[in-house]
């Protein structure tokens, strides 16, 4: 398949926060934030310095507010609105989505972009194109939603475990490659060109 999205470059930066965790997405019920939110806190107790930045803006803000005031995780859980994304992901440990969506997320491959490992439901095309376990960060079964805080903490103590967020950047920086401007052009060029090819024969 030929990506529908494509980066302009592919960060050089080599410095982030350890244990920092980035999310980008509408704030929508269909992306489980409030899940995510529930599994940080659960691997915070076997990850002491883990952080949890949420980036964008929607319907949603409030309750996810009052859940990490609930949780009392504001210290460690915050809610960061619009901002320039590819000025931000390069400073963080590893990317996570709790989104049980199948697609191409274009928030995940710009955090490829910036050489971010990745934590992620196993679900078609993003997923599955972006994230090789125990590569470049983790890929996890779905689960039931009940079950899905449990299963997204474990994925990120296992992540930090085998150290993921600095094996993982120069795989996610390998990856990102295929998905540059140039080389995505050349595939759709190469197709249209055997297409027009099939067409005069």
């Given amino acids: ?7 302009n470059e592919v960060s050089r930066k080599r410095s982030y926060r ?14 489980h934030l409030d899940l995510l939110i529930k599994a940080v806190v659960l ?4 990850v002491p310095d883990l952080t949890l930045d949420i ?3 929607g319907g949603e803000r409030s309750k996810l507010e009052a859940l990490i005031q609930k949780y009392d995780a504001s210290h460690f859980i915050k809610l960061c609105g619009h901002k320039d994304l590819n000025q931000v992901y390069p400073d963080y440990s ?5 989104s049980t969506s199948e697609g191409f997320g274009l928030s995940l491959l710009e955090a490829l972009g910036a050489g971010l490992p990745l934590i992620g439901i196993d679900v078609e095309y993003g997923n599955r194109e972006f994230i090789e376990t125990g590569e470049n960060g983790i890929r996890f ?8 805080p449990e299963q997204l903490a474990k994925a990120i103590i296992s992540f930090y475990q085998q150290q993921l967020d600095k094996k993982g950047r120069v795989v996610s920086k390998q990856k990102a490659k295929a998905y540059l401007k140039a080389n995505v052009a050349k595939r759709w060029q190469d ?4 297409r027009n090819g099939l067409n005069e024969n």
Avoid: C, F, Q
């Fill in 55 to 57: 980036y964008g803006e």
């Fill in 18 to 31: 350890p244990y920092s965790l980035i999310t980008a997405s509408r704030l929508a019920t269909e992306k």
């Fill in 141 to 148: 079964e779905r689960t039931s939603l009940k079950d899905m």
């Fill in 1 to 7: 398949t030929i990506p529908v999205g494509y980066i």
């Fill in 94 to 98: 590893g990317y996570i989505s709790a």
């Fill in 191 to 194: 197709l249209l060109e055997k």
């Fill in 43 to 46: 691997a915070k107790e076997s």
